[in-house]
C-alpha cells in the first residue's frame, strides 16, 4: 500500500469517527410536525384566546343594557284584592240605638286591575278598574252595595325632566355604550391577530436561527475535524486545532441558547392561542406569502381614522357625557309636575249590575293639579352639570391627543415597513457576500494561504449575516402586522367579520 494511500485512509477513518462522536453529542433538532399556518392560528385564536372571551361576555352585557333601559316603558300590570273588616266600639249605630245600640261594623272587599304606562314625554298613564263589594249593619239604601270604579290618572313633568330627548337620552346612552363595546371586541379582535402574527413570526424566526446555528456548529465540527487531521500528518499546529476546538464549543453554547428561545417562542403562541395543557408541539411553520409592501401615509392615516377603535372609542364616549350634560342641564330646572284624572263609578245591587252600570254611570269624578318644587340656590344640580361639561372638555382633549398620537403611530408603522424593505434588500446582500468571503477564506486555508482563526471569523460573519437576514424578513412582517393593526385592515386580511 503506498504511503499516500495510506495517509488518505487514516484521514477517512478519522473522520469518520469524529462523525459518530459528534452525531451522539450534537443537540436535539428543533420539532417539526404537521404544517401549522398563521391563518390556522388566528382562527383558533379567536376561537379560544382569553381575552376575546372576556369581551364577548362585555358585548353581550351591553346589549342587555339597552334592553334594561328600553323596559322602563314597557307596560306594567297589576292585581289586587282586599278584604278589611272593621268592628268600632266607641260608635254605635243611629238605626238600633232605641234597641240598646250595637257597634257599628263593617266588612268590605274588593278587587282592582291596573295597567301603568311610563312614555318618551317624561310622563306615565294608568288606567284603573275596580270591583267592590261594602256590607255594613248601618242603615243604608243598597245592603251590601257593588261598587264599580274605572279611571284614568296622567301625571306629567313641565319642566326637570320632560321632554323626549331628555328621557331618550337614557335609551341612547345604553346604545352608545352597546357601540363602545363592539369597538372594544374590535380592538381585542385586532390585539389578538396582531399578538398571533408576532408570536408566529418569532417561532419561525428562532426557528431558523436554531438551523443557522445548527450549520455554524456543522462548519465548525468539520473544520476541526480537518484541522485534527492535518496535525496528526504535521500541516497545522496545535493552535490551530485548539482555535476550532473554541468554535465548536461557541458554537455548542448558542445553539443551546437557541434552543431555549426555540421553546420560549412556542409557549407564547400556545398562549395566544389560548392553549391551557401546553402540550402539543407547535407543527411546522413557514413564511406566509408577503403581502404588497408599497405603503403610505395618507392611505394608511384614513383607514387607521375609519376603521380603527380608538378614536371612535373616545368619539362615542363623548356623546354619551353630552347626553349626560343634557340631562345635567334640563335638572337644573324647577320641578313642575302636572295630574289629572278621571273616572266614572257605580253603585249596584249586584257585582254584574255595578260593572254593567259603569259605562258611562251616573257617578262621575276628575281632578287636575300642578305641584312645584325647587331646591334653595340649586347649587348641587348646577355643580353636576359642570363635572358633565367637565367630562365632554375633557373627553374632547383625549380626543385630539389619541388623533396625534395615532398620526405619530401611523408615520412610525409606514416609516418601519419603508426601511423594513430596504434592510431585507441589504441583508440579503450581505448574506451573499458573506457565504463568498467564506468560501473564499476557506480556499486560501486550503491552500495553506490563511489560518483557520480566519475561516472562523469568516464562518462567524456568515452566521451573523444569515441571522441578519432572517430579522430582517421577519421585521418586515412584523411592521406590516403593526400597520395592518393600526388600520384595522387585518381583519379582512383574514377574512374576519364581526357582525357574524
Same mark, same amino acid.
Given at each position: 500500500?503506498?504511503?499516500?494511500?495510506?495517509?488518505?485512509?487514516?484521514?477517512?477513518?478519522?473522520?469518520?469517527?469524529?462523525?459518530?462522536?459528534?452525531?451522539?453529542?450534537?443537540?436535539?433538532?428543533?420539532?417539526?410536525?404537521?404544517?401549522?399556518?398563521?391563518?390556522?392560528?388566528?382562527?383558533?385564536?379567536?376561537?379560544?384566546?382569553?381575552?376575546? &372571551?372576556?369581551?364577548?361576555?362585555?358585548?353581550?352585557?351591553?346589549?342587555?343594557?339597552?334592553?334594561?333601559?328600553?323596559?322602563?316603558?314597557?307596560?306594567?300590570?297589576?292585581?289586587?284584592?282586599?278584604?278589611?273588616?272593621?268592628?268600632?266600639?266607641?260608635?254605635?249605630?243611629?238605626?238600633?240605638?232605641?234597641?240598646?245600640?250595637?257597634?257599628?261594623?263593617? %266588612?268590605?272587599?274588593?278587587?282592582?286591575?291596573?295597567?301603568?304606562?311610563?312614555?318618551?314625554?317624561?310622563?306615565? *298613564? /294608568?288606567?284603573?278598574?275596580?270591583?267592590?263589594?261594602?256590607?255594613? #249593619?248601618?242603615?243604608?239604601?243598597? #245592603?251590601?252595595?257593588?261598587?264599580?270604579? +274605572?279611571?284614568?290618572? *296622567?301625571?306629567?313633568?313641565?319642566?326637570?325632566?320632560?321632554? @323626549?330627548?331628555? #328621557?331618550?337620552?337614557?335609551?341612547?346612552?345604553?346604545?352608545?355604550?352597546?357601540?363602545?363595546?363592539?369597538?372594544? $371586541?374590535?380592538?381585542?379582535?385586532?390585539?389578538?391577530?396582531?399578538?398571533?402574527?408576532?408570536?408566529?413570526?418569532?417561532?419561525?424566526? /428562532?426557528?431558523?436561527?436554531?438551523?443557522?446555528?445548527?450549520?455554524?456548529?456543522?462548519?465548525?465540527?468539520?473544520?476541526?475535524?480537518?484541522?485534527?487531521?492535518?496535525?496528526?500528518?504535521?500541516?497545522? @499546529?496545535?493552535?490551530?486545532?485548539?482555535?476550532?476546538?473554541?468554535?465548536?464549543?461557541?458554537?455548542?453554547?448558542?445553539?443551546?441558547?437557541?434552543?431555549?428561545?426555540?421553546?420560549?417562542?412556542? %409557549?407564547?403562541?400556545?398562549?395566544?392561542?389560548?392553549?391551557?395543557?401546553?402540550?402539543?408541539?407547535?407543527?411546522?411553520?413557514? $413564511?406566509?406569502?408577503?403581502?404588497?409592501?408599497?405603503?403610505?401615509? %395618507?392611505?394608511?392615516? &384614513?383607514?387607521?381614522?375609519?376603521?380603527?377603535?380608538?378614536?371612535?372609542?373616545?368619539?362615542? /364616549?363623548?356623546?354619551?357625557? &353630552? =347626553?349626560?350634560? =343634557?340631562?345635567?342641564?334640563?335638572?337644573?330646572?324647577?320641578?313642575?309636575?302636572?295630574?289629572?284624572?278621571?273616572?266614572?263609578?257605580?253603585?249596584?245591587? +249586584?257585582?254584574?249590575?255595578? !260593572?254593567?252600570?259603569?259605562?258611562?254611570?251616573?257617578?262621575?269624578?276628575?281632578?287636575?293639579?300642578?305641584?312645584?318644587?325647587?331646591?334653595?340656590?340649586?347649587?348641587? #344640580?348646577?355643580?353636576?352639570?359642570?363635572?358633565?361639561? %367637565?367630562?365632554? !372638555?375633557?373627553?374632547?382633549?383625549?380626543?385630539?391627543?389619541?388623533?396625534?398620537?395615532?398620526?405619530?403611530?401611523?408615520?412610525?408603522?409606514?416609516?418601519?415597513?419603508?426601511?423594513?424593505?430596504?434592510?431585507?434588500?441589504?441583508?440579503?446582500?450581505?448574506?451573499?457576500?458573506?457565504?463568498?468571503?467564506?468560501?473564499?477564506?476557506?480556499?486560501? $486555508?486550503?491552500?495553506?494561504?490563511? @489560518?483557520?482563526?480566519?475561516?472562523?471569523?469568516?464562518?462567524?460573519?456568515?452566521?451573523?449575516?444569515?441571522?441578519?437576514?432572517?430579522?430582517?424578513?421577519?421585521?418586515?412582517?412584523?411592521?406590516?402586522?403593526?400597520?395592518?393593526?393600526?388600520?384595522?385592515?387585518?381583519?379582512?386580511?383574514?377574512?374576519?367579520?364581526?357582525?357574524?
Amino acid at each position: 500500500m503506498s504511503r499516500i494511500t495510506a495517509v488518505t485512509l487514516s484521514i477517512a477513518l478519522s473522520f469518520a469517527a469524529v462523525a459518530a462522536t459528534r452525531a451522539e453529542e450534537a443537540p436535539p433538532a428543533a420539532p417539526e410536525g404537521p404544517a401549522l399556518t398563521l391563518e390556522q392560528c388566528v382562527a383558533q385564536a379567536l376561537a379560544k384566546n382569553f381575552a376575546v &372571551k372576556i369581551q364577548t361576555y362585555s358585548l353581550d352585557s351591553a346589549k342587555a343594557a339597552v334592553i334594561i333601559a328600553q323596559s322602563t316603558y314597557d307596560p306594567v300590570l297589576g292585581v289586587s284584592w282586599q278584604k278589611e273588616v272593621n268592628l268600632n266600639p266607641a260608635v254605635t249605630s243611629v238605626v238600633t240605638a232605641g234597641a240598646g245600640g250595637r257597634p257599628l261594623s263593617t %266588612d268590605n272587599q274588593g278587587a282592582t286591575a291596573s295597567v301603568t304606562q311610563s312614555v318618551i314625554t317624561g310622563g306615565t *298613564v /294608568t288606567a284603573t278598574y275596580a270591583l267592590g263589594r261594602d256590607l255594613t #249593619n248601618a242603615s243604608s239604601p243598597l #245592603n251590601p252595595a257593588y261598587l264599580g270604579n +274605572s279611571s284614568i290618572t *296622567v301625571s306629567q313633568p313641565l319642566l326637570q325632566g320632560a321632554g @323626549t330627548d331628555y #328621557n331618550r337620552a337614557v335609551i341612547d346612552r345604553a346604545r352608545l355604550g352597546q357601540k363602545i363595546a363592539g369597538l372594544n $371586541f374590535k380592538s381585542s379582535v385586532l390585539t389578538t391577530i396582531l399578538n398571533v402574527e408576532t408570536a408566529y413570526f418569532n417561532v419561525l424566526y /428562532t426557528r431558523q436561527q436554531y438551523r443557522v446555528a445548527e450549520d455554524t456548529l456543522k462548519l465548525a465540527q468539520e473544520l476541526l475535524d480537518e484541522n485534527t487531521i492535518k496535525r496528526k500528518t504535521g500541516v497545522l @499546529t496545535d493552535l490551530d486545532v485548539v482555535q476550532a476546538q473554541a468554535g465548536v464549543a461557541t458554537a455548542k453554547s448558542q445553539l443551546i441558547g437557541f434552543k431555549q428561545a426555540m421553546d420560549n417562542a412556542a %409557549d407564547v403562541l400556545l398562549q395566544a392561542l389560548g392553549e391551557r395543557e401546553f402540550k402539543l408541539p407547535v407543527g411546522a411553520v413557514a $413564511f406566509p406569502p408577503l403581502p404588497d409592501t408599497s405603503v403610505a401615509f %395618507d392611505l394608511s392615516y &384614513k383607514l387607521a381614522r375609519d376603521n380603527g377603535p380608538t378614536l371612535a372609542t373616545i368619539e362615542t /364616549t363623548i356623546e354619551q357625557y &353630552k =347626553l349626560d350634560a =343634557l340631562r345635567a342641564k334640563r335638572n337644573n330646572l324647577p320641578q313642575l309636575n302636572a295630574t289629572g284624572s278621571m273616572g266614572y263609578g257605580s253603585a249596584e245591587n +249586584s257585582f254584574n249590575n255595578a !260593572n254593567s252600570g259603569l259605562w258611562p254611570g251616573t257617578g262621575h269624578s276628575w281632578s287636575a293639579g300642578l305641584t312645584f318644587s325647587v331646591p334653595w340656590g340649586m347649587r348641587s #344640580n348646577k355643580a353636576l352639570y359642570r363635572q358633565a361639561m %367637565d367630562n365632554v !372638555n375633557s373627553e374632547q382633549v383625549a380626543l385630539d391627543q389619541a388623533d396625534q398620537a395615532l398620526v405619530v403611530s401611523v408615520r412610525n408603522a409606514v416609516r418601519s415597513v419603508q426601511s423594513s424593505v430596504e434592510s431585507v434588500a441589504a441583508a440579503s446582500s450581505a448574506a451573499v457576500l458573506s457565504q463568498k468571503q467564506y468560501d473564499l477564506q476557506k480556499a486560501k $486555508f486550503e491552500a495553506g494561504l490563511a @489560518t483557520s482563526y480566519d475561516v472562523l471569523q469568516a464562518q462567524n460573519q456568515l452566521e451573523s449575516a444569515r441571522v441578519a437576514e432572517l430579522q430582517a424578513q421577519v421585521g418586515l412582517r412584523v411592521s406590516l402586522a403593526s400597520l395592518r393593526f393600526l388600520e384595522g385592515s387585518s381583519l379582512d386580511s383574514y377574512r374576519v367579520n364581526l357582525q357574524g
